[in-house]
């Protein structure tokens, strides 16, 4: 059964913003047309009916992005501009600042204070993207050979969680 759960929603007025939290299952990819056609969220939510009819005709996007390995909460709306507020670091409100999202992941290795300060401080993520905003990090637990991070950045470059811990030279 899909977990959806309408935050805002009128049936009846499709003008209104509509907002719907995903738990995206590892396996689809966040894009409206995939070239290596594989399954994405769209085709999950608009194919298999979890969507009212009334929702299916709405131009749904997704507010930032998941890899198709990555499980989570995915927030979808039929409003650009929200998704826009929410993707852009320079957007937010005067008293609240951009919004923050919040990755947890699974590395391997363990983090010590100067790859911890690194990643705090912002890192070069590499391949034109440059370099990430300070972070928030926080180290949850560690394992014998593994450590479970979570990171709280405020923009949402391509991949970011990912090439910043990969460039501590540490593997999710």
Not at 15 to 44: F, I, Q, S
Not at 75 to 92: E, K, Y
Not at 112 to 131: C, E, I, P, W
Request: with cysteine; glycine share 12%.
């Amino acid at each position: 059964m899909l977990a959806i759960t309408l935050l805002v929603a009128s049936l009846l007025d499709a003008r209104r913003t509509l907002a719907v939290l995903y738990n995206k299952p590892r396996g689809l990819v966040t894009t409206h047309r995939d070239e290596l056609n594989r399954e994405t969220v769209y085709d999950r939510l608009l194919g298999d009916g979890s969507f009212p009819p009334e929702f299916r005709a709405m131009g749904w996007h997704a507010v930032g992005r998941l890899d198709a390995n990555t499980t989570g909460l995915l927030v979808l709306t039929n409003d650009g501009g929200l998704v826009h507020a929410v993707t852009n670091p320079t957007v937010g409100t005067e008293a609240a600042g951009p919004v923050r999202k919040t990755y947890r992941a699974r590395v391997m290795g363990l983090l010590d204070d100067a790859s911890l300060g690194a990643l705090r401080s912002g890192v070069d993520l590499g391949g034109g993207l440059g370099f990430s905003q300070p972070a928030e990090v926080e180290v949850e637990s560690t394992e014998r050979t593994s450590s479970w991070v979570r990171l709280t950045v405020c923009e949402g470059k391509n991949r970011q969680v990912g090439k910043s811990i990969l460039t501590m030279c540490i593997c999710l």
